[in-house]
């Protein structure tokens, strides 16, 4: 990855919207030369071993069908410091990391309702209040420009202080409609309502690395995530060793 250099007076400023509104954007954040060539990777992969399913497609537990020698790349994403600054800030010192997810979406892909993210979705779904505190914090790379005709993000600002799931009959005003350049980072609250744009365009796929961070007391196996398979976490970078708490079985 080429370094960039990074305005480090804007960090406050990202932990402020992320409070605030429930959601931040951090714009080119890798370089687009990079971000192209991370896209280009999780195309073939997706394309290869992703069971198809129409125009919407993602291969989750990427990491253990990469070859060694991008590992590094994909560590200089996940344990960026941007990243870890922030999931610091929104969960403590001690967090860990949830399976990582290539998604492409190709032109044609419908659009995703407002949700949140589990576990704290499930107490909203039994009829609870959801908790106040952070139980998740879901981010995504943008590895190829996020637009209007593409499929923007969707995020209704504040909704992470309601401490209650979207209604699905209702049509929302106000919900803020993501776009970013490639190299960018998304991240966000789960119980931050979210959802996807359709893909409207006529030939621009939609290509991103999406992961999350958890607190490290939380065992991400109930939740059913997809772990790092021994073999695999034994060759990664010592910063993706130390977020992965919980491995596959082999």
């Not at 419908?110 to 979705?121: E, G, I, Q, S, V």
Request: charged share 20%; proline share 7%.
């Amino acid at each position: 990855m080429n370094a960039v250099n990074h305005d480090r007076a804007r960090i406050e400023e990202y932990k402020h919207d992320l409070d605030l509104y429930g959601f931040v954007v951090v714009e080119d954040l890798i370089t687009a030369e990079d971000a192209g060539r991370l896209a280009g990777l999780l195309e073939s992969l997706v394309a290869d071993l992703a069971r198809p399913e129409g125009s919407d497609l993602a291969l989750r537990g990427v990491l253990n069908h990469t070859d060694p020698a991008d590992y590094q790349m994909f560590s200089a994403l996940l344990a960026h410091p941007v990243c870890l600054e922030l999931a610091r800030h929104a969960l403590g010192d001690s967090f860990q990391i949830v399976e990582v997810t290539a998604l492409v979406r190709k032109p044609g892909a419908p659009a995703h309702p407002l949700h949140c993210t589990a576990p704290a979705a499930w107490f909203g779904e039994q009829g609870f209040p959801m908790p106040e505190y952070r139980m998740v914090l879901p981010f995504s790379w943008i590895l190829a420009d996020l637009t209007r005709e593409n499929g923007a993000r969707l995020f209704m600002p504040f909704s992470h202080l309601s401490s209650r799931l979207p209604d699905p009959e209702r049509r929302y005003r106000h919900v803020a409609r993501v776009e970013a350049p490639a190299g960018s980072l998304v991240l966000f609250n789960g119980a931050t309502w979210h959802g996807l744009a359709a893909n409207e365009s006529s030939s621009h796929c939609r290509v991103e690395l999406a992961s999350g961070y958890m607190p490290a007391w939380y065992d991400v196996r109930t939740s059913g995530y997809r772990m790092l398979k021994p073999s695999v976490w034994e060759q990664m970078p010592q910063e993706v060793q130390d977020l992965n708490r919980y491995l596959a079985e082999e």
